[in-house]
Nanobody, 126 residues
């Protein structure tokens, strides 16, 4: 089993920044692709960003491209999401994900098996 624990959510004003972190443990490998998804109340869960095991391939949703940056530390098997220029529409519960598949599999939401964290709430006030 793979355990994922997110941290760093909170309340921020529009235009502000937040950084999320996700620590992986258990059967995880540094080769696993990792990523972030989010779900707002009454909406479907949506892809935010993903990063390959090597850290060289990244995908972003159009809604966050240019504002969010995903990175990883394979020594600690953590993944971070730096969120800048936050907007009220970024308000959601943010979930960390890990898969033996690729970062593109997370982007396309076609990964065979995905491990999920419990989520961390991000609220952006206007």
């Amino acid at each position: 089993q793979v355990q994922l624990v997110e941290s760093g959510g909170g309340l921020v004003q529009a235009g502000g920044s937040l950084s999320l972190s996700c620590a992986a443990s258990g059967r995880t490998r540094s080769s696993y692709a990792m990523g972030w998804f989010r779900q707002a109340p009454g909406k479907e869960r949506e892809f935010v960003a993903s990063i390959s095991g090597s850290g060289t391939v990244r995908y972003y949703s159009d809604s966050v491209k240019g504002r969010f940056t995903i990175s990883r530390d394979n020594a600690k098997i953590t993944v971070a999401l730096q969120m800048n220029s936050l907007k009220p529409e970024d308000t959601a519960n943010y979930y960390c994900a890990a898969t033996e598949g690729s970062s593109r599999d997370l982007y396309r939401q076609t990964a065979d098996s995905v491990y999920w964290g419990r989520g961390t709430q991000v609220t952006v006030s206007s």
